[in-house]
C-alpha cells in the first residue's frame, strides 16, 4: 500500500468485477482500482441475463446501474408458462426482468470508467504481471486461471451434472421465462426461454446424453478455444422446435454443449505469498434454473466492497468480513439448486409420467412447498388441486389408494414395528412379498447401492415401497425410482413432514404415502 492508498487490480470485465470497481471508487475514492479483461471491450458470450425481482434489492441500494439497465433496456414478466403434450400452463407471482447481456456490459463499464476505475481491454494477466498492486480480486469466471494458480491454498472442488446444456438465441419472443419440453425422434429436450429486448430471447436447451448421442450431437470438438459454434445442434434444434417458435431462426455465440458444473471453494482467498481474493463463478456456481450467476457475483461485490471499506488497512480483517458475510447467501442458492438441477437430469422421466398439469406442478414445486406456490399463484394451485380431486374423487391428503388388495383410506399413515397402521387394527407388513422398508443414503454417491437394493426388493415382489433415513433430497429421489421407473407405490417416511410439506410430496407425484410423527399433526 502506498502511504493510505490501496492499490487494486480486478482481473476480469464481467458485471461482477465491473460492480466492484464502482463500488471500491465510490466507497474508498483514494483507491487506486484497475480492471484487467483478455476479452475486448464489446466482446460476449452468451445472450440475456435474467433477474429475479425478489433478490434485487440489495443490488438497486448499492449502486442505480443494474435497475437503470433493466428499466430502461430491459423486459419484465410476472409469470413462468410450461409448454408440453400441446399445452401451456402459467403460474404467476414470479416477478423477473432480463436485459441484453452487451447492453449491460456496456452501462456498467461506463459506470465504473465514471468512477474513476482504470478499465483494460484485451489484457490477460497473471499474478506475476500484478506485484504492484496491495490486492488482486479474482473475478474472471468459472474457467479462473487466478484460481488455477492457487488452488492447493483454495481447495477447489467440482461436481459435474449429467444433464447436457447449449445456450443460444432466437428471433422467438418468448412472452417471459418459458419452458418448452419436447420428445423428438431421438429422446427427450427441454427449453429454457426468456425475452431480453429488441425481438430476441435467450433460448437455453438441455437434455439427457442418450437423447444427445442418439441425435449426433456429441460430433462437435468442445475443446477447441472458444467462439466456434456447434452448427449441427443449431440446425437440429432449430428444426425439432420449429412449430414451437413458429419458425423462427437460433442464433450463435460460442454455442456448444456442456455439462453444467457446481463449484465450491473451501477459501475464497489468500493471504500469502501475497493478498488475493475472488468472487463469482471463480468460486461458486449454482444451476442456472434457480440462480443467476451474475447476480450473485454483483451481491459478492458489495460484500467485498463493504468489508474493504471497513477495513481498508487490515486486509486480512477485511477479506475474512467478507468471507463471512457473502457465504451464507451463496450456500443456501447452492442448496437449494441441488434439487432443481436433478430435477432437469430427470426430466425426461417425469415428461413420460405425468399429464401437463401434474408435470407442470412437480417442476414448480422441486424447491418449495405447495403453500408457498399458492402465495405466489393461489389459481395456478387451486388448479392443481382440482385435477387431483377430479381424478382421486377426495382432496389430496384424505384421497384412498389401493396397493396389493388392500386400501388405505388417506394418504397420512403411522408406520409401526409391524407395518403400516391399519384402520381395523391390522397392519400392512412391510417384509416378503408386501412391501420392504429401503434406507435411503445420507449422501448422493450412494445412491447406486440403494438403487440396486430398491431393484432387487421389487423383482422379489415388493407392492409398497417405505423409505426412510437418508435427507430430505435422497429420500425423494429413492422414493421417485419406486414409483416412476419400478412403478411400485411409495411411503415417504420423514418424522418432520408437515402437513404443507405433506401435500406437496403427494400432490407433485413424488411420493403416494406419507408418514410423518402423528404427535406433531393430526389426521387430514
Known amino acids: 500500500m502506498t502511504g493510505s492508498t490501496l492499490k487494486v487490480a480486478i482481473v476480469g470485465g464481467g458485471p461482477g468485477g465491473l460492480f466492484l470497481a464502482t463500488l471500491l471508487r465510490r466507497g474508498l475514492p483514494s483507491a487506486q482500482v484497475t480492471v484487467f479483461e483478455r476479452n475486448r471491450a464489446d466482446d460476449t458470450f452468451g445472450f440475456g441475463v435474467v433477474f429475479s425481482d425478489r433478490t434485487l434489492a440489495g443490488i438497486h441500494e448499492a449502486d442505480p446501474v443494474l435497475r437503470e439497465a433493466l428499466d430502461t433496456h430491459g423486459v419484465h414478466w410476472d409469470a413462468i408458462e410450461v409448454r408440453l403434450k400441446g399445452e401451456r400452463i402459467s403460474c404467476g407471482g414470479n416477478g423477473m426482468a432480463a436485459v441484453r447481456r452487451q447492453t449491460l456490459l456496456r452501462l456498467m463499464q461506463a459506470r465504473a470508467a465514471e468512477a474513476g476505475a482504470q478499465l483494460r481491454f484485451s489484457c490477460p494477466v497473471s499474478l506475476a504481471d500484478l506485484s504492484d498492486f496491495d490486492l488482486v480480486v479474482g473475478a474472471d469466471g468459472t474457467g479462473s486461471r487466478l484460481r488455477d494458480a492457487l488452488a492447493p491454498a483454495l481447495e477447489p472442488s467440482v461436481e459435474t451434472a449429467t444433464a447436457k446444456f447449449i445456450w443460444f438465441g432466437t428471433e422467438y419472443a418468448f412472452d417471459g421465462l418459458t419452458f418448452v419440453h419436447e420428445r423428438g425422434p431421438h429422446g427427450v429436450f427441454a427449453v429454457h426461454g426468456y425475452p431480453i429486448g429488441d425481438g430476441v430471447s435467450t433460448f437455453i436447451v438441455e437434455t439427457d446424453e442418450a437423447s444427445w448421442r442418439a441425435a449426433g450431437l456429441d460430433e462437435f470438438d468442445v475443446t477447441q478455444p472458444p467462439g466456434a459454434s456447434d452448427e449441427k445442434s443449431r440446425a437440429y434444434l432449430e428444426e425439432l422446435y420449429s412449430d414451437r417458435i413458429d419458425g423462427a431462426k437460433l442464433l450463435v455465440n460460442n454455442s456448444r454443449w456442456g455439462n453444467f458444473r457446481t463449484r465450491r471453494t473451501a477459501r475464497w482467498h489468500v493471504l500469502a505469498p501475497r493478498p488475493v481474493v475472488f468472487l463469482g463463478d471463480a468460486v461458486h456456481t449454482a444451476h442456472f434454473s434457480v440462480g443467476s450467476g451474475t447476480k450473485m457475483a454483483m451481491e459478492d461485490a458489495i460484500a467485498l466492497a463493504g468489508a474493504l471499506a471497513g477495513a481498508p488497512a487490515d486486509l486480512g480483517a477485511a477479506l475474512a468480513a467478507y468471507e463471512a458475510a457473502a457465504r451464507p447467501s451463496v450456500e443456501a442458492i447452492q442448496g437449494s439448486a441441488r434439487p432443481s438441477l436433478s430435477w432437469w437430469e430427470h426430466f425426461g422421466r ?174 387430514p
Open 350 to 523: 417425469y415428461h413420460d409420467a405425468f399429464e401437463p398439469w401434474q408435470f407442470a406442478y412437480h417442476f414448480l414445486s422441486r424447491s418449495i412447498s405447495d403453500g408457498r406456490l399458492a402465495r405466489r399463484d393461489a389459481g395456478f394451485v387451486g388448479a392443481a388441486h382440482a385435477a387431483w380431486e377430479a381424478r382421486h374423487g377426495a382432496e389430496v391428503l384424505a384421497s384412498p389408494l389401493d396397493v396389493g388388495g388392500v386400501r388405505f383410506g388417506a394418504r397420512v399413515v403411522t408406520v409401526g414395528p409391524s407395518g403400516i397402521a391399519l384402520p381395523d387394527g391390522a397392519a400392512f407388513p412391510l417384509q416378503d412379498h408386501h412391501g420392504v422398508r429401503i434406507a435411503a443414503p445420507g449422501d448422493e454417491s450412494d445412491l447406486p447401492g440403494t438403487f440396486a437394493a430398491l431393484a432387487a426388493a421389487v423383482s422379489g415382489g415388493a407392492q409398497l415401497v417405505a423409505v426412510e433415513g437418508g435427507t430430505p433430497f435422497t429420500r425423494t429421489l429413492v422414493c421417485e425410482q419406486a414409483r416412476l421407473h419400478h412403478g411400485v407405490a411409495t411411503l415417504h417416511v420423514d418424522p418432520a413432514l408437515d402437513r404443507d410439506r405433506a401435500v406437496t410430496a403427494v400432490l407433485s407425484g413424488r411420493a403416494d404415502l406419507v408418514a410423518p410423527d402423528p404427535a406433531a399433526w393430526g389426521a
